[in-house]
C-alpha cells in the first residue's frame, strides 16, 4: 500500500497541528488547515497554549510512557471533552530518547493533534457492527481510566469510574489497573461558615440600611418570579412548551432562592487523599485473553497496540450496579480520633513512621560552660513607661 499524499492524510484523520518539543521549549510546530491556504499567524493558537515545554502534561506523559513500552504513542483528551462537543482535540505524542554510554535520557517529544471526530469514524471503521448493538457497549479507555472514545459523547474525558464504577471495581480486581492513594497533608478545605458562637457584634447605624437594602432586593425578586409564573401561565400557547414549564418548575422548587443566596464558606487546612488508577506494566497480561462469561464477566478487555489505551467491550444484558462508583476527585480525610487524642498525635502514631537518632543530641557537651549570654530573660520593672501611664490617667 503506497503512501497518502499530504492533504488526502491530512482530511482523513483530520490532522490540525504537529509539534516537536525539547528542553528548551516548543521548538517546532506547523498547523494545517481545512481550506488547504496559509492563514496569517498559522501555529500561534497552539503555541500560546503550549509553551511550557517540559511541564506540559503530554511531553510528561510521553516520557513515563517509554519506560513502559517504549515505540507507543500517548493519546489523551481535555476532561471537558465532553461539553465540547465536535470541537474536542486528540492529543498524541511519542518521547524519542538519546542513549549514549549504556545510558538514556529523554531528548525530544513529537506529537499532532488531529479531531476526535475523525478518530471515532475510524473507531467505527475498524469494530464494524460490533459496537453498533444495543447490547454491546465499547469504551477505548487510556492507562489512566479516563475515557477516550465512548458510546455517549457527553462521557468523553470523563474517569470511567464515574460512569461504570462496577465494572472498574472489576478491572482492579483482575490486575487491569492499579489503585495507587496519594496524600496531601498542605491541603485546603472550604466548610460553610456557619458556625455561631458568643463573641459580640458591633451594631451600627449602617447595619440597618444594609437590612433594608437587602429586604427591598429580596422582595423585588420575588415579585419578578411570581409575575414570570404569571406571564408564563398567559403566554403557554405562544411559547415553546420546554420554557413554560423550566418558568413553573423554577417557581415551584424556589430554585431562585440559590442565585440570590451567598453560600458563605471559610478556609481550613486539612489532609486530603484521592485515588489514582494505572494500568499494570504487563505487556501480556493474562486478563488480556480471558472472554467473557455471561453476567459473572460481562466485560472483554484487550490492549490497542503501540498506545497507552485499552479496548473494553461491555454486555449491557446483565443489570448495572449504579450504586458502586469510583472517583478520582480527592476527599476530605475524617480522622477517628479518641476522647483524649490530639490530630497531631494521631499522625505521629498512625500516618508517619519515624525512626530516632541512635544518640542523644538533644544537649551538648560543652553547653554548661558557655558564659556569653544576653538578658533576654531577664524581667525589669521600666519606671518610665508606669509614671507615663499615671500622667496620662490622671490628666485625660
Request: aromatic share 12%.
Amino acid at each position: 500500500m503506497g503512501l497518502l499524499p499530504r492533504n488526502e492524510f491530512k482530511q482523513r484523520f483530520g490532522i490540525t497541528v504537529a509539534f516537536l518539543a525539547t528542553h528548551s521549549g516548543l521548538t517546532r510546530w506547523q498547523e494545517f488547515h481545512s481550506n488547504m491556504a496559509e492563514e496569517l499567524g498559522a501555529g500561534e493558537t497552539f503555541s500560546e497554549h503550549n509553551n511550557k515545554a517540559v511541564d506540559e502534561v503530554w511531553y510528561k506523559r510521553a516520557v513515563d510512557q517509554h519506560f513502559i513500552r517504549e515505540e507507543s504513542f500517548v493519546y489523551s483528551v481535555p476532561f471537558d471533552a465532553g461539553e465540547t462537543g465536535a470541537q474536542t482535540m486528540v492529543t498524541a505524542s511519542h518521547a524519542i530518547f538519546h542513549t549514549e554510554g549504556g545510558k538514556s535520557a529523554p531528548a525530544a517529544v513529537v506529537g499532532f493533534q488531529f479531531q476526535h471526530t475523525a478518530l471515532l469514524k475510524l473507531f467505527r471503521n475498524i469494530t464494524g457492527n460490533g459496537c453498533l448493538m444495543d447490547d454491546k457497549d465499547c469504551y477505548v479507555l487510556d492507562n489512566n481510566g479516563f475515557i477516550i472514545i465512548s458510546p455517549s459523547r457527553h462521557e468523553t474525558g470523563m474517569f470511567f469510574g464515574e460512569v461504570n464504577g462496577a465494572i472498574m471495581h472489576r478491572l482492579v480486581e483482575e490486575n487491569v489497573f492499579k489503585k495507587v492513594t496519594v496524600y496531601d497533608y498542605q491541603a485546603v478545605c472550604f466548610v460553610p461558615d456557619g458556625e455561631n458562637n458568643c463573641s459580640s457584634k458591633f451594631f451600627s447605624p449602617i447595619i440597618h440600611v444594609l437590612r433594608l437594602f437587602k429586604w427591598l432586593l429580596t422582595t423585588v425578586l420575588w415579585y419578578i418570579v411570581q409575575y414570570t409564573y404569571v406571564a408564563a401561565e398567559f403566554f403557554e400557547p405562544l411559547i415553546d412548551e420546554n420554557m413554560t414549564d423550566y418558568f413553573i418548575n423554577l417557581n415551584k422548587n424556589n430554585e431562585w432562592v440559590k442565585y440570590v443566596t451567598l453560600q458563605r464558606t471559610k478556609l481550613k487546612s486539612c489532609d486530603m487523599q484521592r485515588d489514582l488508577y494505572t494500568l499494570y506494566n504487563e505487556k501480556d497480561n493474562v486478563v488480556y485473553n480471558m472472554t467473557a462469561h455471561g453476567c459473572e464477566r460481562p466485560f472483554v478487555v484487550l490492549p490497542i497496540p503501540a498506545s497507552n489505551l485499552i479496548l473494553l467491550v461491555i454486555d449491557q444484558i446483565c443489570p448495572r450496579d449504579a450504586t458502586h462508583i469510583l472517583t478520582v476527585n480527592p476527599i476530605d480525610i475524617n480522622y477517628q480520633l479518641d476522647a483524649n487524642q490530639t490530630l497531631q498525635c494521631y499522625k505521629r502514631d498512625h500516618e508517619f513512621t519515624r525512626i530516632r537518632p541512635t544518640s542523644c543530641i538533644s544537649k551538648h557537651v560543652n553547653e554548661s560552660f558557655i558564659e556569653l549570654c544576653g538578658s533576654a530573660s531577664s524581667i525589669l520593672v521600666n519606671i518610665f513607661v508606669i509614671i507615663l501611664n499615671l500622667l496620662l490617667y490622671a490628666f485625660l
